[in-house]
């Protein structure tokens, strides 16, 4: 079964450095990846997806992510972090251009003044 | 576009009530999903629709739970009979395969809340 890993429940940074949230999948087959984004007392929402192409992919508010089959990754990366940049941010998956997403358990990221 | 539509955004009810939770998703899109989150327990599908069809009930927690799609534009979520642990904030969310973009949609939850 594919399953989606999220190796860290909690990331404190302090704001203006830079932050990498881990993931890791596994599946043996093509895969369609995304990150998202909840904001307190709100819905998901999506930062940015890898579908194909380059394995570089820019998202929303200055976040980046890369795909990396070998490794089965697909680590989310922003260089400078706001205190508004607070939130919790899942990792998901496609397996088979399904209709069905799996998420990860999620990663609590808590901005240090 | 308006966006994933949920009604009511907060629920207080007792236990042993019906409860009823709406979602209209976004015009055009073509599979429906239902999720609880908890603190606990995280995110979880609940099921989901393709073209107002049930595909994947299997994350349903029991018999109390039913779900229904008669249209494109409409779905709902009963509990009947609540229990307090059904206490989580559920979300529907809504995607377009057919048009090649996969990612879900989310709406802003509803709260529920069982005493």
């Given at each position: 079964?594919?399953?989606?890993?999220?190796?860290?429940?909690?990331?404190?940074?302090?704001?203006?450095?830079?932050?990498e949230l881990r993931c890791n999948y596994s599946s043996s087959v093509s895969v369609y990846l995304f990150w998202y984004v909840q904001y307190p007392n709100q819905g998901l929402q999506?930062?940015?997806?890898?579908?194909?192409?380059?394995?570089l992919v820019k998202g929303i508010n200055g976040f980046e992510a890369e795909f990396n089959k070998s490794q089965t990754s697909f680590h989310l990366r922003k260089p400078s972090v706001?205190?508004?940049?607070?939130?919790?941010?899942?990792?998901?998956?496609?397996?088979?251009?399904?209709?069905?997403?799996?998420?990860?358990?999620?990663?609590?990221?808590?901005?240090?003044? | 576009?308006?966006?994933?539509?949920?009604?009511?955004?907060?629920?207080?009810?007792?236990?042993?009530?019906?409860?009823?939770?709406?979602?209209?998703?976004?015009?055009?899109?073509?599979?429906?999903?239902?999720?609880?989150?908890?603190?606990?327990?995280?995110?979880?599908?609940?099921?989901?629709?393709?073209?107002?069809?049930?595909?994947?009930?299997?994350?349903?927690?029991?018999?109390?739970?039913?779900?229904?799609?008669?249209?494109?534009?409409?779905?709902?979520?009963?509990?009947?009979?609540?229990?307090?642990?059904?206490?989580?904030?559920?979300?529907?969310?809504?995607?377009?395969?057919?048009?090649?973009?996969?990612?879900?949609?989310?709406?802003?939850?509803?709260?529920?809340?069982?005493?």
């Amino acid at each position: 079964a594919q399953s989606v890993t999220q190796l860290d429940s909690q990331v404190p940074v302090f704001e203006e450095a830079p932050v990498e949230l881990r993931c890791n999948y596994s599946s043996s087959v093509s895969v369609y990846l995304f990150w998202y984004v909840q904001y307190p007392n709100q819905g998901l929402q999506l930062l940015l997806k890898y579908l194909s192409g380059s394995t570089l992919v820019k998202g929303i508010n200055g976040f980046e992510a890369e795909f990396n089959k070998s490794q089965t990754s697909f680590h989310l990366r922003k260089p400078s972090v706001h205190i508004s940049d607070t939130a919790e941010y899942f990792c998901a998956v496609s397996v088979n251009r399904d209709d069905k997403i799996i998420f990860g358990k999620g990663t609590r990221l808590h901005i240090l003044p | 576009d308006a966006g994933v539509i949920q009604s009511p955004r907060h629920e207080v009810t007792e236990m042993g009530q019906e409860v009823t939770l709406r979602c209209k998703p976004i015009s055009g899109h073509n599979s429906l999903f239902w999720y609880r989150q908890t603190m606990m327990r995280g995110l979880e599908l609940l099921i989901y629709f393709n073209n107002n069809v049930p595909i994947d009930d299997s994350g349903m927690p029991e018999d109390r739970f039913s779900a229904k799609m008669p249209n494109a534009s409409f779905s709902t979520l009963k509990i009947q009979p609540s229990e307090p642990r059904d206490s989580a904030v559920y979300f529907c969310a809504s995607s377009s395969v057919a048009s090649g973009r996969y990612e879900q949609y989310f709406g802003p939850g509803t709260r529920l809340t069982v005493t």
